[in-house]
């Protein structure tokens, strides 16, 4: 960057000075304005959500001078014919009102609707970016946390905005909801009893949901999402690996007025794409569905995207319970609904947020990380996520086995057992192939940095032999490359004479180091590279000493 940053714009300094003469706070604005942001492209993942968010709160608003959240029972006579004088909730009647008489209703809607989206996908991508360059580790563990906190608490406000318009799709998903929380031992009967009112489907759920996703939960992700901005600001973000980038700068523009432009210009246009979405794309169209009636389900009902992996583990899991001492009077456990409404999420989040603390103790590494890593260079780390990916890929996919039997003319029972064998061969098959793009990867990156780059020049060898002459790679690349840094592990032995550090002689102690051998080391040094076998005739070509023909 060629500007200086000593120097105080105009901009910064004559609003600095209005503050400052009122409240004294002129040295943190000229400070914190000038903060410099590195620019990657991967970076702009997070804002996505962040933008998202902040239009889902917008459109709620608007919703909220409209809908009605209450169970109560109406004939409906509003503008939609086919359901003129049918029986319905005024939360339904209401959702039909906004779609069809409200100025501008089913636009909100429909944009309230994609934006909740694009949230859980933006910050499901932004995760992995964070996950797969390691942008996790010390010192930003705490703002990891928060952030599966988020992803988590983006979940159930999904599902809890999904079920208010009280159609009968989001009311096939509350009877799901019902049946995972019934099935829970010893408090299930309890939090249906809280959250329904009494026997399902009750008289209150809309009302507490309503209250759920309109207030708590969106006051949660508020408060986690200014401490998630506090803590990145204050920590200062990572950077990717390149010239004149260390642990100890910050290569990159500054807030004002270049980060602050390029997130202006960014978030009007993710609110473009929203309302071009809402606009010209038809999402959730609940005067189709019809209200909800606990007798009536429909064929090929479908959550949203986010929800699809545990719709998938529902229909993959063989239909087992326990008879407690012997006997269903005794008390039945459903593993059935138990295991598929709780071990694939508990394992994804369970895994993400103790992932940083499980590599910590495994490599032994302590230090600070402020530039991030490729994702080849930690290949068990890769193929670790790409194995989560697939997992929860094959479960969102077998969530429609009922479509995918019925256009694609298999047998359903067959798409279930093939998920079921599936749902762990792929992951595993996905972690092996994975390891060995990450170190084919580093190979290649180990031939750019000892032999350069191909320049596209055919030459011929004196005895015949036709070869791609290479030039060395510029400095940027170079220095990207070279960003390398080998993935830590524990020392093997305490002084050097073949006896194992103290916390490293137990069962766990060894295990530890066996995991941490597998783990961490160099896998592919960047010296390692490896050209056509032909350094002397690469040499003579590129000093010009041979009789050669260029095509």
Not at 55 to 60: I, K
Not at 146 to 162: C, D, P, Q, R, S
Not at 310 to 322: A, C, D, K, V
Not at 488 to 503: C, F, Q, R, S, W
Request: proline letters at 6%.
């Amino acid at each position: 960057m060629s500007s200086d940053l000593t120097t105080v714009p105009k901009g910064i300094a004559g609003p600095s000075n209005f503050i400052d003469e009122r409240i004294g706070a002129a040295n943190f604005l000229k400070r914190n304005l000038r903060k410099v942001f590195p620019d990657h492209w991967s970076f702009l993942l997070g804002e996505i959500a962040l933008y998202a968010f902040i239009l889902l709160l917008l459109t709620g608003t608007f919703l909220t001078f409209w809908f009605k959240p209450s169970m109560g029972e109406i004939a409906y006579d509003g503008s939609y014919a086919p359901l003129k004088g049918v029986m319905m909730s005024e939360a339904y009647a209401s959702s039909l009102e906004i779609s069809f008489d409200v100025r501008g209703g089913l636009l909100m809607r429909q944009m309230h609707h994609w934006a909740a989206l694009l949230f859980v996908s933006g910050m499901m991508v932004h995760m992995l970016r964070v996950f797969f360059t390691g942008a996790y580790r010390k010192p930003r563990e705490l703002n990891w946390l928060i952030g599966v906190l988020l992803l988590t608490l983006a979940l159930v406000e999904g599902l809890t905005g999904y079920s208010l318009p009280d159609d009968l799709l989001s009311g096939a998903g509350l009877r799901i909801t019902e049946g995972v929380a019934i099935s829970l031992p010893l408090v299930g009967t309890y939090i249906t009893f809280f959250l329904f009112g009494g026997e399902y489907p009750g008289e209150d759920i809309i009302s507490r949901f309503y209250s759920l996703h309109i207030l708590l939960i969106p006051g949660l992700i508020l408060a986690l999402v200014s401490a998630h901005l506090v803590l990145m600001w204050v920590q200062k973000h990572t950077q990717m690996p390149g010239k004149a980038r260390t642990n100890k700068n910050v290569v990159g523009a500054p807030f004002y007025p270049a980060f602050m432009a390029k997130a202006g210009a960014y978030t009007l246009f993710t609110f473009a794409v929203v309302a071009g979405l809402a606009t010209f794309t038809q999402i959730n169209p609940i005067w189709l569905f019809g209200p909800y009636t606990p007798a009536d389900i429909s064929a090929g009902s479908q959550p949203d995207w986010y929800m699809g992996f545990l719709e998938g583990s529902l229909r993959l899991m063989p239909s087992w319970e326990i008879n407690m001492f012997g006997t269903a009077h005794a008390g039945t456990l459903p593993l059935s609904v138990i295991i598929p409404a709780l071990v694939p999420l508990g394992l994804v989040m369970t895994g993400l947020a103790l992932y940083p603390f499980l590599e910590r103790w495994i490599t032994g590494d302590h230090r600070e990380h402020h530039v991030a890593d490729r994702p080849r260079n930690n290949p068990h780390r890769t193929s670790i996520g790409m194995a989560a990916i697939v997992f929860y890929g094959v479960l969102w996919l077998l969530g429609a086995n009922d479509e995918l039997s019925a256009n694609f003319q298999i047998s359903l029972n067959w798409t279930t057992y093939a998920g079921r064998v599936l749902v762990f061969v792929l992951p595993a098959l996905a972690y092996v192939i994975t390891y060995r793009i990450c170190l084919g990867l580093q190979r290649h990156d180990a031939g750019v940095v000892s032999h350069g780059v191909e320049s596209g020049v055919i030459k011929r060898l004196p005895h015949g032999e036709f070869i791609e002459v290479h030039t060395p790679a510029a400095d940027d690349i170079e220095a990207h490359v070279r960003g390398k840094e080998a993935v830590p592990m524990l020392p093997v032995e305490a002084d050097g004479a073949g006896i194992p550090p103290k916390g490293m002689r137990g069962p766990l102690g060894k295990l530890r180091a066996r995991m941490s051998r597998a783990y961490g080391g160099e896998k592919i040094a960047l010296d390692e590279g490896h050209g056509h076998g032909h350094d002397e005739e690469h040499a003579a070509v590129e000093s010009g000493e041979d009789r050669s023909l260029t095509h």
